[in-house]
């Protein structure tokens, strides 16, 4: 394989292993009652509209439906891609759940 073919292969990869990662965070809000675009965007208040999100929540099942998500799963997928201000969110999200 020549490097441009690897080059290649290895951005497939990782755009494949991202959709994952995004449809994880996207199934757990849901799992949980939570808007995942609201959530999103209180990590990036910055950005525009995303559009990967957007794609994966199309990709989502309601939560009746869907396998259970753990809690650390998620933190795990999202800090494995360096998205650690969503991660933060997501652990706020979790605190609150748990409180008494």
């Not at 808007?35 to 209180?42: G, M, Q, T």
Request: charged share 30%; proline share 4%; with cysteine.
């Amino acid at each position: 394989m020549d490097p441009k073919d690897l080059e290649q292969q290895i951005i497939q990869n990782y755009k494949q292993d991202e959709g994952m990662m995004i449809l994880v965070f996207a199934q757990w809000c849901i799992n949980h009652d939570i808007d995942p675009k609201a959530l999103y965007f209180r990590a990036y208040p910055a950005q525009q509209e995303n559009e990967r999100l957007n794609h994966m929540l199309e990709q989502t099942v309601s939560k009746q439906e869907s396998e259970e998500i753990a809690d650390e799963s998620v933190l795990g997928v999202l800090s494995l891609f360096g998205n650690e201000d969503l991660a933060f969110e997501v652990m706020k999200e979790i605190e609150r759940r748990l409180k008494p």
